[in-house]
């Protein structure tokens, strides 16, 4: 079944019917972090610097804080807040760079195996989005948007204690607009990972190639987004520090 949940996500972004399609070249280097401060609580934080013509030019960048709670082994809870800010790039370039807030709610389950480490991640988005295009710079449009992720991990290669140490991380996450101010379609892009990962510790990062599909807003401009990503995940237990 969640075999199938993937491919029928992937699949979604071949129904848009593109008008026009614009292929960028970028490149995503992130960090992310879950780290326990006390019982189930903790926080999370993600950092992202998002370039266009591979590194040359700012495509967007991105911090997103939030509180976690652990609700039980398996099921990690999230509540934050996100400021994104994006500029103008590829061959349909926005009028101009634009701040983004976000206070987002989400939800991990992790599926863990021997043989394949499977989660999925929800999440919900509120936005508030200040336009390049007012007279009035202030300008604020609200939107929703959901999100989901399913991932999936293939061990390589293990250590003595039978801990990957290599893997290969695949994932696909699809995001889709909810009223109001969605644009000219649900769709409003989708995600595509393929890697190599290495696990260090608390810690893992993985190199591998993304491939973005966007959908503008005005439901005529496609994007085809070849990235390079480049990602350091840690679960550092923080409560370490004051026991």
């Known amino acids: 079944m969640q075999k199938f949940a993937l491919l029928v996500f992937i699949s979604i972004p071949l129904l848009a019917q593109p008008d026009v399609i614009d292929f960028n070249q970028n490149g995503w280097f992130s960090y992310s972090g879950d780290h326990r401060v006390a019982g189930r609580w903790g926080i999370h934080f993600d950092a992202q610097w998002r370039r266009a013509q591979i590194i040359t030019r700012w495509q967007q960048y991105q911090f997103r804080p939030g509180v976690n709670f652990q609700a039980n082994r398996n099921l990690l809870l999230t509540v934050g807040y996100a400021f994104t800010r994006t500029y103008p790039y590829g061959d349909f370039p926005g009028p101009g760079a634009f701040p983004e807030h976000r206070i987002y709610q989400q939800a991990v389950i992790r599926h863990p195996r021997t043989s394949v480490n499977i989660s999925q991640r929800f999440r919900l988005e509120?936005?508030?989005?200040?336009?390049?295009?007012?007279?009035?710079?202030?300008?604020?449009?609200?939107?929703?948007?959901?999100?989901?992720?399913?991932?999936?991990?293939?061990?390589?290669?293990?250590?003595?204690?039978?801990?990957?140490?290599?893997?290969?991380?695949?994932?696909?996450?699809?995001?889709?607009?909810?009223?109001?101010?969605?644009?000219?379609?649900?769709?409003?892009?989708?995600?595509?990972?393929?890697?190599?990962?290495?696990?260090?510790?608390?810690?893992?990062?993985?190199?591998?190639?993304?491939?973005?599909?966007?959908?503008?807003?005005?439901?005529?401009?496609?994007?085809?987004?070849?990235?390079?990503?480049?990602?350091?995940?840690?679960?550092?237990?923080?409560?370490?520090?004051?026991?």
């Open 126 to 243: 509120q936005r508030f989005i200040e336009s390049p295009n007012s007279s009035n710079p202030r300008s604020t449009t609200y939107s929703n948007r959901f999100r989901y992720m399913f991932r999936a991990e293939l061990p390589l290669a293990r250590n003595g204690d039978s801990e990957k140490t290599w893997y290969l991380p695949v994932w696909d996450e699809i995001l889709l607009g909810i009223p109001p101010n969605m644009g000219a379609r649900t769709f409003d892009h989708n995600r595509l990972f393929v890697g190599i990962g290495r696990a260090l510790g608390a810690g893992n990062i993985e190199l591998g190639y993304m491939n973005q599909f966007v959908g503008q807003k005005n439901g005529q401009i496609f994007e085809f987004n070849n990235t390079l990503f480049v990602t350091f995940t840690s679960t550092f237990d923080l409560s370490q520090l004051w026991r």
